[in-house]
Antibody, heavy 122, light 107 residues
Framework: QVELVESGGGLVKPGGSLRLSCVAS????????MSWIRQAPGKGLEWISY?????????KYADSVMGRFTISRDNAKNSLYLQMNSLRAEDTAVYYC??????????????WGQGTLVTVSS | DIQMTQSPSSLSASVGDRVTITCRAS??????LNWYQQRPGKAPKLLIY???SLQSGVPSRFSGSASGTDFTLTISSLQPEDFATYYC?????????FGQGTRLEIK
């Protein structure tokens, strides 16, 4: 069965860095676009980045994280990453990794991880 | 950016009721409109994709439709497990955007 497991969240001071990981299993990881989506406490869902299938040459970011966050993938390790630098209080959220249902970016997110909480506070 | 506006923001209903949630896109998203259900403390779950296609394993009481840039999620007969928050999402263009959510509560 498809499973996505995030890790790497925690408490970090403003201006600090954190690297999130998402390990995938139960499907051919390299065949799918992958995204990071976050949810601030009590708020709605915010897409923040995607990376294309295969070598991951097509990458997009939301304006809110552009220049601070970097998405990457390692297909040999079935893993997705999010390097987060220059963190701000408003980055506090549960971060989900999510699978797009195919190799096409327009496809829906059909599987989600359980989320990892990132708290940015002094 | 394409703005997705859901209405209502919250809704009270009873078991057995028919419920409709609307999502309006600020511009065309073609048919690339998806609906998710999120229960408290859980990850979102895909219900409907491409406007009206039912995700595998989702009960048939859930359905989706569209009229222009207005999209609708309908639950034909509410069950206790349906009380949750619902989000629409467009996948037509980047940035991918979600509606603000509709919280469905028990009356």
């Amino acid at each position: 069965q498809v499973e996505l497991v995030e890790s790497g969240g925690g408490l970090v001071k403003p201006g600090g860095s954190l690297r999130l990981s998402c390990v995938a299993s139960g499907f051919t990881f390299s065949d799918h676009y992958m995204s990071w989506i976050r949810q601030a406490p009590g708020k709605g869902l915010e897409w923040i980045s995607y990376i294309s299938s295969g070598p991951g040459t097509n990458i997009k970011y939301a304006d809110s994280v552009m220049g601070r966050f970097t998405i990457s993938r390692d297909n040999a390790k079935n893993s997705l990453y999010l390097q987060m630098n220059s963190l701000r209080a408003e980055d506090t959220a549960v971060y989900y990794c999510a699978r797009a249902s195919s190799t096409v970016v327009t496809q829906p997110f059909d599987y989600w991880g359980q989320g990892t909480l990132v708290t940015v506070s002094s | 950016d394409i703005q997705m506006t859901q209405s209502p923001s919250s809704l009270s209903a009873s078991v057995g009721d028919r419920v409709t949630i609307t999502c309006r896109a600020s511009q065309s998203v073609n048919s690339f409109l998806n609906w998710y259900q999120q229960r408290p403390g859980k990850a979102p779950k895909l219900l409907i994709y491409s406007t009206s296609s039912l995700q595998s394993g989702v009960p048939s009481r859930f359905s989706g439709s569209a009229s222009g840039t207005d999209f609708t999620l309908t639950i034909s007969s509410l069950q206790p497990e349906d009380f949750a928050t619902y989000y629409c999402q467009q996948g037509y263009s980047t940035p991918i955007t979600f509606g603000q959510g509709t919280r469905l509560e028990i009356k």
